[in-house]
Antibody, heavy 122, light 107 residues
Framework: QVLLVQSGAEVKKPGASVKLSCTASGYTFSNFYMHWVRQVPGQGLEWMGV????????TYTQKLQGRVTMTRDTSTSTFYMELNSLRPEDTAVYYC???????????????WGQGTLVTVSS | DIQMTQSPSTLSASVGDRVTITCRASQSVNYWLAWYQQKPGKAPNLLIYKASSLKSGVPSRFRGSGSATDFTLTISSLQPDDFATYYC?????????FGQGTKLEIK
């Protein structure tokens, strides 16, 4: 079955960077865009951006432009999301979420990874 | 950015009840709207896309409707497994945006 397995929880100091991974299996890696969505504990969902698995091209939310970088490794079917200059307000659960539609950006998500908690604290 | 506003924020209901959650967009999103269910400590799970298309495997008691700026999610007969938080999401325009969520509680 389709599975997205994310890396483990991280604790970072303000100003540091974090790089999260999301390893995909059970489907053709190159056929589905991958999105990243974050959720501050107890709050709503915020879309961060999307990456094409084939070309590596990305679209980011303007709010995070300049601080976020999404990449992928086709040899290991793994997606990465790096966030720089971390702030306490970046404390959140970060999800990778596969696009539901094949070969196009449908922009709705199924399935999701299990999430990675990133805590930013001095 | 398109703002998505859900109401109510919290809904108390009983097993067997029919409930409706509303989602309003600050501008038209056509029918590019999805609904997700999220349980504590878990990732969201897609229920409905394109406003009214039910994802395969989702029980038929879930129904989505609406277009443009006004959408609803209706659960026809609540089951114990349905108590969760529900989010709407527009995907008409980047950035994709979500509603703030509706927590469905047991009365």
């Amino acid at each position: 079955q389709v599975l997205l397995v994310q890396s483990g929880a991280e604790v970072k100091k303000p100003g540091a960077s974090v790089k999260l991974s999301c390893t995909a299996s059970g489907y053709t890696f190159s056929n589905f865009y991958m999105h990243w969505v974050r959720q501050v504990p107890g709050q709503g969902l915020e879309w961060m951006g999307v990456i094409s698995p084939s070309s590596g091209s990305t679209t980011y939310t303007q709010k995070l432009q300049g601080r976020v970088t999404m990449t992928r490794d086709t040899s290991t079917s793994t997606f990465y999301m790096e966030l720089n200059s971390l702030r306490p307000e970046d404390t959140a659960v970060y999800y990778c979420a596969r696009d539901r539609q094949e070969l196009v950006r449908g922009n709705y998500y199924d399935p999701w990874g299990q999430g990675t908690l990133v805590t930013v604290s001095s | 950015d398109i703002q998505m506003t859900q109401s109510p924020s919290t809904l108390s209901a009983s097993v067997g009840d029919r409930v409706t959650i509303t989602c309003r967009a600050s501008q038209s999103v056509n029918y590019w709207l999805a609904w997700y269910q999220q349980k504590p400590g878990k990732a969201p799970n897609l229920l409905i896309y394109k406003a009214s298309s039910l994802k395969s495997g989702v029980p038929s008691r879930f129904r989505g409707s609406g277009s443009a700026t006004d959408f609803t999610l209706t659960i026809s007969s609540l089951q114990p497994d349905d108590f969760a938080t529900y989010y709407c999401q527009q995907y008409n325009t980047y950035p994709v945006t979500f509603g703030q969520g509706t927590k469905l509680e047991i009365k």
